[in-house]
């Protein structure tokens, strides 16, 4: 009498081949340009906030600039820059995958990177649908419209330190890569701590309305948003680089995995 089988242990034995592994890795490190050119589009061109209203007007202007000036444009770039987090999630997940692999024993870098950028997704969202509902009823009263400009603000200027601390999680792994062609060169690396020292400027909106470090400033809205649009597509580029290293690396696709094998020879 032929004896049961035992169910075979995979957890060690890879389900997917690695090449198609790198296909889904080839779609996250590619949502990097992605995003940042869904927000080009939509959030500074559209909705018209690289040139944002500023701190410094009535609730009157705020409701004339929300609700008559930009709604169109307002409506649908901030339904764009909704959009892109769904892209920008992909992306970190896979800067996160390629930091586990480097510090997989306790990655505790790893992990802090994907939970600082899904943190920043989620700011985004609710951000983008606070905008949203400023320009979405063109009766609003100037000072609703203004609060939920005021709060979609604090919430994405002030939030400066979720984003240094994923710059951070990420130069700290890749500064302690020894290989020859390091994921990430040890000049982006401290780069990126600097940028993420840098970013304090963001939370300076806190406490102007107008000039230098308010949320229309250059030092409270531009040079954050520059830092963190740089380091975003340089990290991607060098991770697209990467992945391409090791699809020239990859063997070739196999057959069977080993389990079927022995399933099928036991069948037989």
């Not at 340009?33 to 410094?56: C, D, E, M, Q, R």
């Not at 870098?109 to 943190?119: A, D, E, H, Y």
């Not at 609710?126 to 709060?151: F, K, M, P």
């Not at 002030?158 to 990430?184: E, N, T, Y």
């Amino acid at each position: 009498m032929r004896r049961p089988t035992e169910v075979p242990d995979v957890s060690d034995e890879a389900i997917l081949p690695e090449r198609t592994t790198m296909r889904f890795e080839a779609i996250g490190v590619w949502s990097a340009p992605i995003f940042t050119v869904l927000t080009a589009v939509g959030w500074l061109g559209l909705a018209h906030f690289i040139a944002p209203a500023k701190g410094s007007l009535t609730a009157a202007q705020y409701a004339a600039w929300f609700t008559h000036q930009h709604r169109a444009g307002v409506l649908i770039g901030c339904s764009i820059f909704l959009l892109s987090t769904c892209f920008l999630g992909l992306w970190t997940a896979e800067f996160g995958v390629m930091l586990w692999r480097m510090d997989r024993r306790a990655p505790v870098m790893s992990i802090t990177q994907i939970l600082m950028g899904v943190s920043i997704v989620v700011i985004v969202v609710i951000n983008s649908s606070l905008w949203l509902a400023a320009a979405y009823r063109v009766g609003a009263s100037g000072d609703t419209v203004r609060a939920l400009n005021d709060t979609a603000w604090m919430g994405f200027l002030i939030a400066w330190p979720l984003l240094s601390l994923q710059m951070l999680a990420g130069a700290v792994v890749c500064l302690h890569d020894r290989r020859a062609q390091p994921l990430i060169p040890r000049w982006l690396c401290w780069a990126s701590i600097g940028g993420a020292v840098l970013l304090f400027t963001a939370g300076g909106a806190a406490f102007a309305q107008h000039g230098a470090f308010s949320f229309a400033g250059a030092l409270g809205f531009y040079f954050p948003v520059a830092i963190w649009g740089i380091w975003l597509d340089t990290t991607a580029f060098f991770m697209r680089r990467e992945l391409k290293r090791r699809r020239k690396l990859a063997p070739a696709p196999a057959a069977t995995p080993s389990f079927v094998r022995e399933e099928i020879a036991i069948g037989a």
